[in-house]
């Protein structure tokens, strides 16, 4: 029996989070998202889509992610802003038109997120080669998801 060798190359990873009035959770969950992504061995990105909320979601983003990059400076992160609530769709949508990565991983706004996250639910991805999910994250190739929205 061959042993398959683990690959060397990381597939480059955007992690989307659509958010809508979630100021108090923002700031609590970027901070374990970023260090997990810093975990990660390959290009990471975090893309926030502020759904239009009415709070200061978007303004505790911007902080929160300014504060995350100058901790963890090789993972990249940026904030998009809906004027009006659009939904999830299409916060979904708009944070896959902004991404660079091979892999997209939708990420709701759970605080759980440890520093071996990200890295575990690329291997069970890579291992299965298809969609994962759970209750609070979705992996998928950026092709599949794009479609999937259209």
Same mark, same amino acid.
């Given at each position: 029996?061959?042993?398959?060798p683990?690959?060397i190359?990381?597939?480059?990873?955007?992690? $989307?989070?659509?958010?809508y009035n979630?100021?108090k959770l923002?700031? @609590?969950?970027?901070? +374990?998202?970023? &260090?997990?992504a810093a975990?990660?061995?390959g290009f990471?990105?975090?893309?926030?889509?502020?759904?239009?909320?009415?709070?200061?979601?978007?303004?505790?983003?911007?902080?929160t992610i300014?504060?995350?990059?100058?901790?963890?400076?090789h993972v990249?992160?940026? $904030?998009?802003?809906h004027?009006?609530k659009?939904g999830?769709?299409? @916060?979904?949508?708009k +944070?896959?038109? &902004?991404?660079?990565?091979?892999l997209?991983?939708?990420?709701?706004l759970?605080?759980?997120?440890?520093?071996?996250?990200?890295?575990?639910i690329?291997?069970?991805?890579?291992k299965?080669?298809?969609?994962?999910?759970?209750?609070m994250?979705?992996?998928?190739?950026?092709?599949?998801?794009r479609k999937?929205?259209?």
């Amino acid at each position: 029996m061959q042993v398959k060798p683990k690959s060397i190359f990381k597939p480059p990873v955007s992690i $989307i989070v659509p958010a809508y009035n979630c100021e108090k959770l923002i700031a @609590a969950f970027s901070p +374990g998202l970023f &260090k997990s992504a810093a975990q990660y061995m390959g290009f990471c990105e975090i893309i926030v889509v502020d759904d239009g909320s009415s709070d200061h979601t978007y303004k505790i983003a911007w902080a929160t992610i300014q504060e995350c990059r100058r901790k963890w400076p090789h993972v990249k992160g940026k $904030i998009i802003r809906h004027t009006a609530k659009l939904g999830r769709k299409q @916060a979904l949508k708009k +944070g896959i038109n &902004k991404a660079f990565g091979m892999l997209t991983v939708i990420a709701d706004l759970q605080p759980a997120w440890k520093p071996n996250t990200l890295k575990e639910i690329i291997e069970t991805f890579e291992k299965r080669g298809k969609t994962i999910s759970n209750f609070m994250t979705c992996c998928y190739e950026a092709e599949t998801l794009r479609k999937l929205l259209m």
